[in-house]
């Protein structure tokens, strides 16, 4: 009844292209969380006015389009003839858009810290380094971790995008099977389900994070 | 380094064009919310129903939507539905992906919403003799959407900007589109795309200050 032209080749096709998925989404998640932190700290250390240039960028990284973005950088990547592969200027874009979301989470759980407790920790003695990875990151984490997956989720959800620059992840390899076989249905449905098995699981575990850490708060 | 000469008047030129195509992104990010909405209030009432096979088709719908890429559910509309016969057009397809995708992230804004209105309303509601559609309609739904007005102007964002997607499917009408028409046909790939990019960031920045606006205005009681 049921009759497919998919070889086993090609579902290893479609693999690879899941794990090119995954391989940019570890590197820019890694490398925008690192960018991010840092801009949520110096946001929340110099203030909103001092802050106002970088907190423009952010904002702008994060109300253009991921595509547009990723075409702007291709072309000027081009234009300045830095010769970087698809791959180096996917993930240098995903980087830079894991990093405005990041900041944000970062300065939600900097703020969510009492700064009676901050003064606390300084009046204790603690320098202002001591302060941020024994006191703040500790509170922080709990806040912003939930929120952190999500971006994480989000990243490499958006990372199919890239196949507009020629990377072939899972849809674009998708994409080339229907060509060929013309079974598109078939085909999407697998790549969704590879999309779903990774996000899901992940996904619930985040909630679950969220449920229990939630249920131990005082308020 | 900078061996190019950049053509920004071929751009600015091109402006006219440009908000044409901003005009259909909206028409399609505002469609596809109404349509969302609309989606998500009987996903979110069905999600806490008590009949099984309303609960399981609505968690599906939520999870699929929110598990999978924006552009794997516009592929899925565009070339997937194609097996059954159905072949839609870019603007079609494109509208149907992201009002699917809108639906599935507003039904869990919603559900949340919807669990932070106190049973006591319902029931109040009921009391005073209204049917159980009444008193979701006048009582239960403006509360809901008080609470999820905030969330529901970023889904709205969110809609303007998976809009740049249509370009995947060969949509040609909408500000992504248009560029990319316009880019084809003069290679003036950054030029023309920053111009895009700026338009994109007004778009989305007017939405999210109107947003707040109106939320000031509704909701100052």
């Given at each position: 009844m049921f009759d497919t032209a998919l070889t086993f080749s090609d579902l290893m096709f479609m693999l690879r292209g899941a794990a090119l998925t995954l391989a940019i989404t570890a590197v820019s998640v890694a490398a925008g969380t690192i960018l991010g932190i840092t801009f949520g700290v110096i946001r929340h250390q110099v203030g909103p006015w001092f802050a106002a240039p970088l907190t423009f960028v952010l904002d702008v990284l994060r109300s253009v389009p991921l595509l547009i973005q990723l075409i702007l950088a291709n072309a000027f990547q081009s234009i300045a003839g830095l010769g970087w592969s698809p791959f180096v200027v996917s993930c240098v874009v995903l980087s830079l858009y894991t990093s405005a979301y990041c900041s944000e989470i970062v300065r939600g759980g900097i703020q969510a810290v009492p700064m009676v407790t901050r003064r606390a920790a300084r009046s204790l003695g603690m320098t202002w380094g001591q302060d941020m990875s024994h006191i703040v990151f500790p509170m922080a984490l709990r806040v912003a971790l939930p929120s952190w997956i999500g971006l994480t989720l989000g990243v490499m959800k958006d990372s199919a995008l890239v196949l507009w620059i020629g990377l072939i992840e899972l849809l674009r390899a998708s994409q080339i099977l229907i060509t060929r076989l013309q079974e598109p249905l078939f085909i999407l449905i697998i790549a969704g389900a590879i999309y779903f098995l990774i996000s899901f699981p992940i996904a619930r575990l985040g909630d679950r994070l969220e449920k229990q850490w939630r249920e131990n708060d005082p308020s | 380094m900078f061996d190019y000469t950049f053509h920004w008047h071929q751009a600015l030129r091109a402006w006219p064009r440009l908000l044409e195509g901003a005009l259909v992104t909206l028409e399609v990010a505002v469609l596809s919310m109404i349509i969302g909405i609309t989606i998500a209030i009987v996903l979110a009432v069905a999600r806490t129903s008590n009949v099984a096979i309303f609960r399981a088709a609505a968690i599906s719908w939520i999870e699929l939507a929110r598990n999978t890429p924006a552009l794997f559910q516009i592929y899925m509309v565009h070339f997937g539905l194609g097996a059954f016969g159905l072949h839609l057009s870019p603007y079609l397809s494109l509208l149907v992906g992201i009002a699917f995708n809108n639906a599935g992230y507003l039904a869990e804004t919603f559900r949340g919403a919807l669990r932070a209105i106190p049973p006591t309303q319902t029931r109040a509601a009921r009391s005073l003799g209204m049917g159980p559609v009444q008193a979701f309609v006048l009582i239960i739904l403006p509360q809901m959407f008080r609470i999820a007005f905030l969330p529901a102007s970023n889904q709205m964002v969110w809609a303007i900007l998976m809009t740049s997607l249509g370009i995947i499917v060969?949509?040609?009408?909408d500000l992504a589109g248009v560029t990319q028409d316009l880019n084809v046909r003069t290679f003036r790939t950054f030029e023309f795309f920053a111009l895009a990019a700026v338009f994109y960031y007004a778009i989305a920045k007017s939405v999210g200050i109107g947003a707040r606006l109106i939320a000031w205005r509704l909701f100052r009681y």
């Open positions: - | 060969g949509m040609n009408t």
